[in-house]
């Protein structure tokens, strides 16, 4: 009863008031809800617009190109290898493209553009760049613009025996490093390598003369090349022939005690060449050091500075070096490391080379004069094939830049997604770009190529002008 008697009390305006009351709560409920869910679509149009300025400005300058990150989707589902792949396996490409990229490429452009139809042409473009352009420029560029040639003068004959025109002057020592690291096992034409040196480096101390001091120093030819052994391959440095007159039987045996096997401590060989010279000065002995070797040091010494060291010691030794079908990183060390020995550095790529090169005598048959050439056809077919071989990925991958992004522009013009205007202004800027990036790609190019032909045209004309003197002087002895 007591519980009843205000209700009772409030009569009919007192129910009026409380029914107003709670209106006036629902209203303010729902105005709030509706608040909450306008701040909620303000929040979302800002995160996008934060979206849309957290992209990345695409690259315009040259500076910037080369070391451009692959787009977020090409890092993603195409191979590096597959993007530039050229002739007749372009197809491969062609195909991925028009049936698994393309649609990927359509279904992320139509989530990120539904509602970003005000961009400009501008921000279209580093959108594009962001997902498509290619990654490919950092990893042959700075190749391309290491490369050297690597063409030498050969050496030529001048009229004497090398080794008798020392002979008049003092004793001669000679000392022989072998490189027998493992990829000395690989082939070439004619054979083995390691067979191959060996063979021709037997041709070699025969013909040398009996007061004439040998020595044959082997390194790399322990252990397999794997990380567990390299600490003792790297250590060893045998003088499998210690210096002394040559005995043909002794030494062949000598050669025949090792075989291609692992690390090359080409540093350490040359510092054990010193150790072993070190009785012979400069003044009284004449010390010859030769290299054979198909690589770069791979033990973590500095055979540039080994051989620097080496010459300008007392003893006063020349390293002369034979690259063994080595590649242009290799080619580039050893030229170095013999030039700071005070030497010559000549490669060779095949047994008819390296015979030449090494049993080589100094006066000139007409047969000789007859057959010695300047550079070889093949020698400057290996130096444009190997320019173009780090050219043709960087032309390959901007060509197939824009044509990914062309795509991709077309395809937001014909959904609406972007007018006409700004379709034109993309496909500009994109191809802008591309120009910029192949005029200079193709200039380094060209710049490599006509250092080649020059130093191939300076020996070229050297030889040509070593012929012509020694044919006068043969004919003259006739």
Same mark, same amino acid.
């Given at each position: 009863m007591y519980l009843m008697l205000p209700y009772k009390r409030l009569g009919y305006a007192g129910i009026i008031l409380i029914s107003i009351f709670i209106l006036i709560g629902c209203s303010a409920d729902q105005e709030h809800a509706g608040s909450s869910e306008e701040s909620k679509n303000v929040s979302a149009e800002k995160a996008s617009e934060k979206k849309v300025k957290e992209i990345p400005k695409a690259a315009r300058e040259i500076e910037e190109v080369v070391v451009q990150e692959p787009g977020k989707l090409v890092e993603e589902h195409i191979d590096p290898e597959l993007e530039i792949i050229e002739g007749l396996d372009f197809v491969q490409y062609r195909n991925f493209i028009?049936?698994?990229? #393309?649609?990927?490429?359509?279904?992320e452009l139509t989530g990120y553009f539904e509602n970003k139809q005000e961009l400009t042409s501008d921000e279209v473009y580093d959108y594009l760049v962001y997902q498509l352009g290619s990654g490919q420029y950092k990893t042959y560029y700075q190749d391309l613009v290491d490369y050297e040639h690597g063409h030498v003068m050969p050496e030529l004959p001048q009229g004497e025996d090398e080794v008798e025109k020392v002979k008049k002057q003092k004793q001669t020592n000679v000392v022989i490093l072998m490189d027998a690291s493992g990829s000395m096992k690989a082939s070439v034409p004619g054979g083995v390598k390691m067979d191959l040196a060996k063979e021709t480096i037997k041709k070699f101390t025969d013909q040398m003369e009996e007061d004439v001091n040998v020595s044959l120093l082997a390194y790399g030819h322990i252990g397999t090349g794997s990380d567990a052994d390299k600490e003792e391959s790297c250590s060893r440095i045998d003088a499998v022939y210690p210096l002394s007159s040559y005995n043909p039987a002794s030494f062949n045996e000598a050669m025949n005690s090792f075989q291609a096997s692992g690390w090359t401590p080409l540093a350490g060989a040359i510092d054990k060449a010193q150790e072993l010279l070190a009785s012979y000065n400069g003044v009284e002995y004449k010390n010859i050091v030769y290299i054979v070797s198909d690589g770069i040091e791979t033990c973590d010494g500095d055979p540039i500075v080994a051989a620097k060291k080496l010459n300008e010691s007392n003893i006063e030794a020349k390293v002369n070096i034979i690259g063994f079908d080595?590649?242009? %990183?290799?080619q580039k060390q050893l030229m170095e490391v013999a030039e700071a020995g005070g030497g010559t550095y000549a490669t060779v790529r095949d047994k008819e080379e390296f015979e030449e090169l090494v049993l080589k005598k100094w006066k000139p048959t007409f047969g000789q004069l007859l057959s010695t050439q300047g550079m070889l056809l093949h020698d400057v077919v290996h130096q444009k094939q190997a320019v173009l071989d780090l050219y043709s990925p960087l032309y390959q991958s901007s060509e197939r830049e824009l044509n990914r992004i062309s795509s991709a522009a077309r395809f937001l013009k014909n959904e609406g997604f972007i007018t006409e205007e700004v379709h034109s202004e993309v496909i500009g800027l994109a191809e802008e770009m591309r120009n910029l990036r192949n005029e200079h790609f193709r200039g380094i190019k060209d710049e490599k190529d006509a250092e080649a032909e020059k130093a191939r045209n300076e020996i070229n004309a050297q030889v040509q002008a070593w012929k012509d003197?020694?044919?006068?002087?043969? %004919?003259?002895? #006739?």
């Open positions: 028009m049936d698994t990229f #393309n649609p990927i490429v359509e279904k080595v590649d242009d %990183e290799g003197k020694w044919k006068e002087v043969l %004919e003259s002895e #006739n």
